[in-house]
């Protein structure tokens, strides 16, 4: 390649020319310098970058938390300093109305060192202006889908008469791996159905993977595809056309019923003498002579490092600047009109935007009263949901094709579907896509609205990026999972979870529920709709649980603290302690009761959430599971592992060992030893080895 072949295509300015020329040379110093990245994407795609940010993007760099702005996706993480270079060049402060910037000239040349602002991958919450967590491909486009969703959402229930306060667009930046992962057909496939105009993904067509040539296994024709799908798709020849790229721009934003995917074939390490095109500039330092090659075919001073040429900042200022500032302040012009015209309203948004909560929105979670026979947990986990979905206007979500099992539909009639011509609608159908649905919740928090999913639990594991991602990103998301144990019965070990609560429970920053009944269930909602940086999942059974008698045995509320002293407490000091979570609280329960009229000082802990329980202080801790008594006994229909942690080395641990069966549910527990007998035969073990 020659010099010649950088120059400004017709219709670049030269100082245009100049700033993609900047993204280009600060990502290869960055990556060089830290010997480590991928330099290869945003060589390509900068023009394309640059293009949107500086002439489209509606984005105030001074204000970058405006609740209006549009969302900028980079899906392909690991091309990270295309979106720290550009973050750097058009100021992005680090907080609104502030003069420090969110990625200064050092933070660059510190890229993917330890506590720097600019590490491997774009993490939300640690760099301003990164919208979402990025780097395990095919979620950041489909949290883009929840993005997109969530604004249609705000302006069709946030509007000041014909006026929506809300009518973003939602940018996601792609390349092949994403497509290929399975994720992102899911989230498109939706995206597409519900004529999501506000969606535009710019898929980076560079041909080129890690192991090679995109050929080697992957030949569909993405543009038939995504037809398919219900999407308007246009095509950009050249990355470099900043002039086509626009026009492509241009038709998406007149574009008003349907998503956009723009396929843009671009030159992978463009400008590298011989590394363009081909693997070697994916995901290695380029080299010296290399970068010196590449700084030579775009006319630029060859033993530079992190230079930025006059005007390049004056350039973005005049661009992405001026236009997000005068846009920010038409927005709060209209706040303000909605001030003065509808007090509800603006009440509302104010909250919204806080991410708070309406006065009394738990006025009327029911409180249940005791029921030998009792409710499934899914059961009190619809009611509790409807109850609050009453007074929490911004709370919505579905399931994935399972809502009459999992009981999450919203009931109320103003709740609505949300659907391609009803997008205020708040029950979500999310189809039979459980990797979508995650990405897509995770999306819809991004923008703050209080959303969940629902599926079976032994699904969850369709489901663990997403979750372990809101954990991450600390986005207070929140998951239903039914069917939580092999009480499934007859559908059998496919549909019988066994590891998926400790898998779930692994996850850092997520809090998980099992809750015993219905009071406990109230509860553990309580917990979840006031956490302000945890997702949470909840585990519920598909059969009824007794309601526990709350005024012979201990109140709910101790669910707060993720386990508490439900019988015996009592007894400072108890001969054997039982613990369980869910179902098997009962069992606890009834071995308790036997235990107690023969003169045995027994205790019962109810532990819903592990997670919660570890964040008490000691002494709590050690109020409800005394550190003298060994003797205990859990119990608990998943994995053992992990128990030992509360039962000790010479406890016992009732749990499962291998799958479950398909059979009825009582046959299930006798063969899988889930009764109270055998509660009270581990428990008269413990207390005779204690005493022995």
Not at 564 to 583: H, M, Q, R
Request: overall charge negative; hydrophobic content about 40%.
């Amino acid at each position: 390649m020659s010099a010649a072949d950088t120059k400004a295509k017709a219709g670049t300015s030269e100082i245009d020319q100049r700033s993609i020329d900047t993204i280009r040379t600060l990502t290869i110093d960055a990556v060089q310098k830290a010997n480590s990245g991928h330099a290869g994407a945003p060589m390509g795609l900068a023009p394309v970058a640059f293009t949107l940010w500086n002439h489209y993007l509606r984005y105030d760099p001074a204000n970058p938390h405006w609740p209006n702005r549009d969302r900028f996706v980079l899906s392909v993480g690991h091309a990270s300093m295309l979106l720290y270079s550009l973050l750097h060049l058009a100021e992005v402060a680090e907080k609104d109305g502030g003069n420090a910037p969110a990625v200064s000239l050092e933070d660059l040349k510190k890229f993917r060192q330890l506590d720097s602002r600019t590490p491997g991958h774009p993490e939300y919450h640690f760099t301003t202006g990164v919208e979402v967590t990025t780097g395990p491909l095919g979620q950041g486009v489909a949290n883009s889908v929840g993005m997109a969703m969530g604004g249609r959402f705000l302006g069709e229930r946030l509007a000041h008469g014909d006026r929506p306060l809300f009518d973003y667009n939602v940018y996601a930046l792609c390349s092949d791996g994403d497509l290929m992962e399975g994720v992102s057909a899911e989230a498109a496939s939706i995206a597409g159905h519900l004529r999501l105009s506000n969606l535009c993904w710019i898929y980076d067509n560079n041909t080129i993977t890690i192991e090679g040539h995109t050929d080697l296994a992957f030949s569909e024709e993405v543009a038939a595809r995504f037809l398919a799908y219900g999407w308007q798709v246009l095509r950009v020849a050249d990355a470099n056309d900043t002039v086509a790229v626009s026009h492509a721009l241009e038709t998406f934003l007149q574009s008003g019923d349907r998503p956009t995917l723009i396929i843009v074939n671009s030159v992978i390490g463009y400008g590298a003498p011989t590394k363009q095109g081909t693997p070697k500039a994916h995901s290695d330092a380029l080299g010296p002579d290399e970068v010196k090659g590449a700084k030579r075919a775009y006319g630029w001073p060859e033993d530079s490092q992190f230079l930025v040429p006059d005007g390049v900042y004056d350039n973005f200022r005049n661009g992405i600047g001026a236009r997000g500032k005068a846009l920010r302040e038409e927005w709060l012009a209209l706040v303000e009109a909605v001030k003065a015209d509808d007090a509800g309203l603006a009440k509302d948004l104010a909250t919204y935007l806080a991410g708070g909560l309406p006065e009394d929105w738990d006025a009327d979670i029911p409180v249940f009263p005791a029921d030998p026979k009792g409710l499934a947990t899914r059961e009190s986990s619809g009611k509790v949901l409807n109850a609050i979905a009453n007074r929490v206007p911004w709370l919505l979500g579905g399931s994935a094709d399972l809502a009459p099992s999992n009981k999450t539909k919203l009931e109320s009639p103003e709740a609505g579907t949300l659907g391609p011509f009803t997008p205020g609608g708040r029950n979500i159908h999310f189809g039979v896509r459980e990797h979508a649905m995650g990405s897509i919740v995770n999306g819809l928090g991004l923008v703050g609205l209080r959303a969940y999913g629902a599926t079976f639990l032994v699904f969850s594991d369709y489901m663990r990026p997403p979750i372990r991602l809101a954990a991450l990103m600390e986005v207070p998301v929140f998951h239903v999972f039914t069917h939580d144990s092999i009480g499934v019965g007859e559908d059998g070990p496919t549909h019988q979870p066994v590891e998926h609560l400790l898998a779930l429970r692994a996850i850092p920053g997520l809090v998980t529920f099992r809750p015993a009944d219905a009071n406990e269930v109230a509860e553990a909602y309580r917990v979840i709709m006031q956490l302000k940086h945890q997702p949470a999942v909840l585990a519920l059974s598909r059969q009824p649980l007794p309601t526990v008698d709350r005024e012979k045995y201990a109140p709910a509320s101790g669910t707060a603290k993720g386990a508490y002293v439900l019988a015996g407490a009592d007894e400072a000091k108890p001969d054997v302690i039982l613990i369980g979570t869910g179902s098997e609280v009962q069992l606890c329960l009834g071995a308790y009761e036997t235990l107690k009229a023969e003169g045995v000082k027994a205790r019962v802990v109810s532990m819903p959430s592990w997670d919660l329980f570890e964040q008490q202080d000691e002494a709590y801790r050690n109020s409800v599971l005394p550190p003298e008594v060994t003797a205990r006994v859990a119990v608990e229909q998943g994995s053992v592992i992990g128990w030992d942690r509360y039962t000790g080395s010479t406890g016992t641990i009732l749990g499962m060992h291998t799958f479950g069966s398909s059979a009825p549910i009582k046959d299930l527990q006798t063969k899988f030893g889930f009764t109270p007998e055998k509660v009270l035969e581990a428990a008269r073990a413990q207390l005779a080895k204690t005493k022995g």
